[in-house]
């Protein structure tokens, strides 16, 4: 799915004599779509003026999602004069830092409302010390939410600075509450992340691009296999 898991392959003593395609995977872009972002905060009970900094994982406690890096970035931007509001949705509940407003959601597999949740946000941060092809990433961009995280394993495939969002040095929070200011310090270059950030993931990370990609390769197998024998 991630060109970083392509590259492991192409590494291994096992797979390395394979050859290795990479199709991102595919999601519902109707269905994660940009949401208005007044009704959507309305919805959620978040004030209208706030700087929403989202985060979503199954289990929020989760040490592989990095919280406690966002939490560490939370504090520096408070430091910083900046007050974030930090809504996050996943199983378990989600501690804030001292001096920082929020909102929870439980996790839900209902698209819809996954789907406010991210067009309530100004950004989302994915502080993951290790992914693939996080589709919770695929999601917020779909719903024209520009992202923030660091740059380890597949993220970097979506999360292009200046286009769709902003990366950081991995398990580095200073640089992690940069990447996020990158993204919120101004309201009109958040608003053209995100116009981009749709923009990419319709483009190409749709169902439909999805199933051409591996409609392409099937055909291709069948050809060469064809003209081998």
Known sequence: PSEWLAREARRSALFGRFTVEVIPYGIDTEAFA??????????????RGATVILFVAESVASKRKGMVYLHRALKIMIGQNVEPFLL????????????????????????RLLSIVYSAADVFVIPSVADNLPTTVLEALSCGTPVAGFEVGGIPDMVRPGITGSLARPEDAGDLARAINDVVGRRETAAKLGLKARQVAVELYSLRQQAERYSSLYESLIQNRGCAG
């Open 88 to 111: 996050t949705v996943g199983k378990g509940g989600a501690a804030r830092p001292d001096g920082v407003a929020g909102r929870h959601v439980e996790y839900t597999a209902d698209d």
């Open 34 to 47: 940009p949401r208005d972002m007044d009704a959507a905060r309305d919805m959620l009970g978040i004030p």
